[in-house]
Structures are given as structure tokens and as C-alpha cells.
């Protein structure tokens, strides 16, 4: 059974930073695709950041030059380092898993950036 659990959300003020983590269990993060997103209250679930299997990153707009997606294999974990953190990155955090037959998603983890 895959499991995905998320730690490290918190309360920051605005220019903190976090690191958040996603350790996979079940399956292998450096084989298939790897995601965070974020959902807001109200708001529909977006795309963060992503890294493939080959390593490729990508970044919603929003984040870019702040977030960092990496992974370490060898843990089978996957981070986001958030740096800059503003009010508008307060949202729930989720991992993802992409794999052939689907996908897997973590429980989700609470990010409030106070001003």
C-alpha cells in the first residue's frame, strides 16, 4: 500500500522560510513523477512545484526563484524548501504521486504566513 505523509507546515511570518517533506512508503520516488500542490480555502488545488524522474523541476509562476522541490532517494522523501514565504503562500500543502495506473496523494499539511 502507498502511502504519502507530509510534515513540516507550520505558522511563519511573511520573508521566513519552511521546508516541508513528503516521505513515500509503498513506492519509489525517483522513478515517477513527483509533485506539491497547494489548496487555499475557497480556492481549487493548484500545481507548486514538480520533479520528474529524470530530475526536470518545474514551478507554478508564483513560486519561482522562492520554492525549491528536490528529493532524496535514499529516503525516498521529497522536500520544498519555501523561502520569501508571503501571506498569499498560506494554503494546505499536499504531496503527489504520479504512477502509470494513477496517482497518490498525501494527507496535507497547513502553511499560514502571518504579515
Known amino acids: 500500500q502507498v502511502q504519502l505523509v507530509e510534515s513540516g507546515g507550520g505558522l511563519v511570518q511573511a520573508g521566513g522560510s519552511l521546508r516541508l517533506s513528503c516521505v513515500v512508503s509503498?513506492?519509489?520516488?525517483?522513478?515517477?513523477?513527483m509533485a506539491w500542490y497547494r489548496q487555499a480555502p475557497g480556492k481549487r488545488r493548484d500545481m507548486v512545484a514538480t520533479i520528474t524522474s529524470g530530475g526536470r523541476t518545474s514551478y507554478a509562476d508564483s513560486v519561482k526563484g522562492r520554492f525549491t522541490i528536490s528529493r532524496d532517494n535514499a529516503k525516498n522523501t521529497v522536500y520544498l524548501q519555501m523561502n520569501s514565504l508571503k501571506p498569499e503562500d498560506t494554503a494546505v500543502y499536499y504531496c503527489?504521486?504520479?504512477?502509470?495506473?494513477?496517482?497518490?496523494w498525501g494527507q496535507g499539511t497547513q502553511v499560514t504566513v502571518s504579515s
Open positions: 509503498g513506492s519509489i520516488v525517483s522513478i515517477n513523477t
Open positions: 503527489k504521486q504520479d504512477v502509470p495506473w494513477g496517482n497518490y
